[in-house]
């Protein structure tokens, strides 16, 4: 380790002004801080010191997701198999899932990071973390068969337009891994919607529909078992399926204290409430779906913990998480249920939140100022 | 009843002015700097609208339509004066902006104020006209549907604007390139609030 720092701090001058390097200055300030907690010191102003920067923050993001994602490959492979009548052991369909599931994550992370750098060293600012983040939710929400080319193409759009155009990281107002995953969407319908979406291999017979394909044509029957839709052995995008890893995932980041509770709480009180009205009107067999079994298909619990969380483009207010979640989760319910364009809401529906959480922060921020006045009024009548 | 319903809410979601067809992006762009502002001016765009689409759906249905003079005389049965409908909708719009105008002056000046050119301007916001004319192509069967599309679609341009002001205030402290600082982040913010409104792109009710 001590090698390792000597080499930094000796090149370090070459990148500082008037270095050999010195337009490449903030390429080597990303891997110093990657490696190396920054000894910047600020100079004035106030001071929190604290281990935690957004680097570890992102980190702590990542080993969420880990599970799923290690679940995510090993299911790709799982249903691969199950699609011909076998039934290998883990190991195999692991290493399946992985050699689908592994070129996904490189393209990801090298087109996007690729933008990344080429933006910092145009633009003079640093490397922001937050695509470390992007770079490996976007693997987790795409099918596992997508053309490699399509999602260099989405994974570009979504961080130049979704992004980089806003200043980077912690300045966006759309989630980039949704903005990536909505451009694949609607760019490529082909491959991405219709009930044939989420199989691991299109060539193969399988007519492994999703189970919100099936709900969404009324198909009801060998309707997959709750316990399968909960520990995720159904097919499905490569991270959605486990919910049950999935709430693993999200307890970490609760505990480490990344993510908002007040949001994943209420995404999920939004979904059993619209859930219920439906189970309550129950005009048809998809109303009638136990409300508690949305929690448990498709992307909703991804869609919770990890994407309706991202405290960048979350509502920033208290009181607005609320709001916001709920109102997630509501939508998110109303398009599975009433629109046959699309199976999936999750995605849409946080998209759209995304587009209203300013407005709401805005609300709350007058509605506060407006009852602090109020107080104070009464205070100076007294 | 019913279909009243789902025109008033398909015209706030599916078919928004802003985000389905682009409509009335002059005052969109140019006055969603602040919530504040923007709040007036969809509140007045939802009133020129909730009052202009019926009056135009009622001239159109006894004036203008193929053989809707029949009212008056058996005669005029194949008189057809939909050439007209561009001047008469427009001649109405702007009659109703100036009314709107006047109010406005007269009980909020400072909503006046900070609405500035844009208030006249509505009278040539193509979503107010394009409201009249998506009524005659669509051919709505009553007057109630007629003002339930006519609110709805103002409703919908309301959404639009007030949550793009937001997002600018907020985006004030965003590092935009400089040569995208205002309208231009604006459009890409717009393209890509509309990628989110197609979440509603198909609902029936």
């Not at chain 1, 492994?208 to 969404?216: F, K, V």
């Not at chain 1, 520990?231 to 970490?252: A, C, K, N, R």
């Not at chain 1, 946080?350 to 506060?368: E, G, R, W």
């Not at chain 2, 759906?57 to 003079?69: T, V």
Request: aromatic share 14%; net charge neutral; hydrophobic share 55%.
């Amino acid at each position: 380790m001590k090698a390792l720092r000597k080499f930094l701090d000796k090149q370090k001058p070459h990148f500082q002004p008037g270095g050999k390097f010195e337009k490449l200055e903030s390429s080597f300030e990303a891997f110093e801080t990657f490696l190396y907690v920054p000894d910047k010191v600020t100079q004035s102003g106030a001071h929190i010191r604290d281990a935690v920067d957004m680097k570890r923050t992102m980190s702590f993001v990542i080993i969420g997701v880990i599970p799923t994602l290690l679940f995510g490959m090993w299911n790709v492979g799982y249903q691969h198999f199950l699609s011909f009548g076998q039934h290998p052991d883990i190991l195999t369909n692991f290493l399946y899932g992985l050699g689908k599931v592994l070129p996904i994550i490189i393209v990801s992370y090298g087109v996007g990071l690729g933008i990344e750098f080429l933006f910092a060293q145009i633009r003079h600012h640093e490397v922001n973390e937050g695509y470390l983040v992007t770079g490996i939710l976007i693997p987790l929400i795409v099918p596992p068969d997508i053309p490699l080319w399509e999602l260099a193409v989405a994974v570009a759009f979504a961080v130049i337009f979704g992004k980089e155009v806003f200043g980077g990281t912690g300045m966006n107002v759309f989630n980039p891994a949704l903005t990536a995953r909505a451009f694949l969407f609607f760019a490529y319908p082909g491959n991405m919607s219709g009930e044939k979406v989420w199989i691991a291999d299109k060539l193969d017979s399988f007519s492994g529909a999703t189970p919100l394909g099936q709900a969404l044509v009324g198909n009801f029957h060998n309707f997959p078992s709750p316990h399968d839709m909960f520990f995720g052995f159904i097919p499905g995008s490569v991270g959605e399926t486990s919910t049950f890893l999935i709430l693993i995932g999200g307890l970490f980041l609760l505990i480490t204290g990344v993510a908002s509770w007040r949001i994943m709480l209420s995404v999920f009180a939004g979904g059993l409430a619209m859930g219920w009205i439906f189970n309550l009107v129950g005009a048809n067999q998809y109303m009638q779906l136990p409300a508690w079994e949305h929690m448990i298909m498709g992307g909703f619990a991804f869609g919770a913990v990890f994407m309706a969380t991202d405290p960048v483009t979350s509502a920033q207010t208290t009181k607005g998480k609320y709001y916001y979640g709920f109102l997630i989760g509501m939508l998110a319910i109303l398009i599975r249920v009433f629109n046959p364009a699309y199976p999936e809401g999750m995605m849409l529906a946080i998209l759209l939140m995304n587009v209203f959480a300013p407005l709401i922060d805005h609300i709350i921020v007058k509605s506060n100022i407006k009852k602090r006045l109020k107080r104070a009024k009464m205070m100076l009548a007294e | 009843m019913h279909e009243i319903i789902n025109i008033f809410v398909k015209s706030i979601f599916v078919d928004n002015m802003v985000f389905a067809y682009f409509l009335g992006m002059c005052s969109y762009l140019a006055v969603s700097k602040t919530v504040d502002t923007s709040v007036g001016l969809g509140a007045a765009v939802i009133f020129v609208l909730g009052i202009t689409v019926p009056v135009n759906y009622l001239l159109n249905e006894y004036i203008l339509k193929a053989g809707a003079l029949s009212w008056l005389d058996p005669a005029f049965a194949k008189v057809d004066l939909s050439f007209l409908s561009f001047i008469i909708f427009i001649a109405i719009i702007a009659a109703i902006v100036q009314l709107v105008e006047m109010v406005v002056e007269k009980f909020s000046p400072s909503l006046y104020n900070s609405l500035g050119i844009f208030l006249p301007l509505i009278a040539v916001n193509c979503a107010i006209l394009g409201g009249s004319l998506f009524m005659q192509e669509r051919d709505y069967q009553s007057i109630g549907q007629a003002t339930a599309f006519g609110l709805g679609s103002g409703v919908g341009w309301f959404l639009a604007i007030v949550a793009i002001a937001a997002i600018r205030e907020k985006i004030r402290y965003s590092n935009v390139p400089p040569a995208l600082r205002g309208i231009g982040i604006t459009f890409i913010l717009t393209g890509l609030m509309g990628i989110a409104f197609m979440s509603f792109l198909g609902i029936k009710l």
